[in-house]
């Protein structure tokens, strides 16, 4: 079994800085690619950004330049650094992560519980 839990989340004000971590424990030969997703109110989850286990790093448009992905192989985590947040990165986050469980098994996709994020004054 394989569990992904995430924590760092509350309440900011815009143009403050939040880092959340996702740790990843259970039956674990290796992580390939680590990705943070968020879902706000009413609208469907989206891309927040992606990290292979080499390092290389994907962002949606809308966090460019604000956020930041990394992630440590040797404690299977990953974090996501949050910097000028704006009323609208208001959302839950979730983690995801390729797992794979055994040697010669392909990876599969494995998702956080999620974590509130709230951007307000």
């Known amino acids: 079994q394989v569990q992904l839990v995430e924590s760092g989340g509350g309440l900011v004000q815009p143009g403050g800085s939040l880092r959340l971590s996702c740790a990843a424990s259970g039956s674990i030969i290796v992580i390939n690619e680590m990705g943070w997703y968020r879902q706000a109110p009413g609208k469907q989850r989206e891309l927040v950004g992606t990290?292979?286990?080499?390092?290389?790093?994907n962002y949606a448009d809308s966090v460019k330049g604000r956020f930041t992905i990394s992630r440590d192989n040797a404690k299977n985590t990953v974090y996501l650094q949050m910097n000028s947040l704006k009323p609208e990165d208001t959302a839950v986050y979730y983690c995801?992560?390729?797992?794979?469980?055994?040697?010669?098994?392909?990876?599969?996709?494995?998702w956080g519980q999620g974590t509130q994020v709230t951007v307000s004054s």
């Open positions: 995801k992560a390729e797992i794979v469980r055994g040697w010669g098994l392909l990876p599969i996709s494995h």
């Open positions: 990290i292979t286990r080499g390092g290389s790093t």
